[in-house]
């Protein structure tokens, strides 16, 4: 296994052109590692459940092609204490920000104006990965 692994992120997103360049950025400014996308709930979900230990992040849009986020938030929530879901949408409202942290939900991003957030964030996830790397270590 590389020491520098980067921050291995699974993203929810039905915008191929959103989810490629949110990949990109991220990749770039945060050293996240994707490990695969989904554009519908089920798809998710499948993922998420089949691949419980290959993830540290799970980045959630709400509305999808089939489904919603809501229902791939809900089915992570036994996730390990490391394992972050934060939600990226277009709709990131009083309402949906209320729901998503009686979820469990560690953040939520609204795309318009706060990708800069989620970079903080993802570099703050990455930053602890690597502390808890070098104590077990």
């Not at 996240?32 to 519908?40: C, F, L, N, R, S």
């Not at 980045?59 to 879901?85: M, P, T, Y």
């Not at 209320?98 to 939520?108: I, P, Q």
């Amino acid at each position: 296994m590389k020491d520098n692994l980067g921050l291995r992120t699974f993203i929810i997103e039905d915008n191929p052109t959103i989810r490629e360049n949110l990949v990109a950025a991220l990749e770039e400014l945060a050293g996240i590692e994707p490990v695969g996308a989904a554009d519908t709930e089920e798809a998710g979900v499948r993922w998420l459940k089949d691949n419980p230990q290959h993830w540290d992040l799970a980045i959630v849009d709400i509305f999808l092609k089939q489904g919603n986020g809501i229902g791939v938030i809900s089915a992570c929530r036994q996730r390990l204490e490391s394992q972050k879901v934060v939600v990226l949408s277009n709709y990131a409202t009083p309402d949906i920000r209320k729901r998503c942290a009686l979820l469990d939900v560690d953040a939520v991003f609204d795309k318009s104006n706060e990708i800069d957030a989620l970079i903080d964030f993802c570099v703050t996830q990455q930053t602890d990965l690597d502390n808890a790397k070098r104590l077990s270590q």
